[in-house]
């Protein structure tokens, strides 16, 4: 009869043991885990941080560079218009002093 208690009181102590262990590996799984989702979520918020930046720097660069392109043709156009108006001016002094010639 003793025998059977102490293979009973030694199967409950091996099942607590066991159970103890499990419990052991159950929380280091949880804790690599977490470990895992918090690097994961570190990694994706850097690599969604840099793709923001590469699109900020390429909106700059684009901007920039329109700006660029309306500066040109605005210079351009500017360019024009002096010249139309030195060419009328030219015109215009022309016909005054034929008016005052004929005169």
Not at 18 to 44: H, Q
């Amino acid at each position: 009869m003793k025998t059977i208690i102490d293979s009973i009181v030694k199967a409950e102590h091996d099942v607590q043991k066991n159970y103890m262990e499990a419990e052991k590996e159950a929380k280091t799984l949880i804790d690599e885990a977490r470990a895992k989702t918090v690097k994961l979520e570190d990694e994706y918020q850097k690599k969604f941080e840099d793709e923001v930046l590469a699109r900020k720097e390429d909106m700059k660069l684009r901007a920039e560079k329109r700006v660029a392109e309306l500066k040109t043709t605005v210079e351009k156009e500017l360019k024009d218009k002096k010249s139309v108006i030195e060419k009328k001016r030219g015109a215009i002094k022309e016909k005054i002093i034929k008016m005052v010639l004929e005169k």
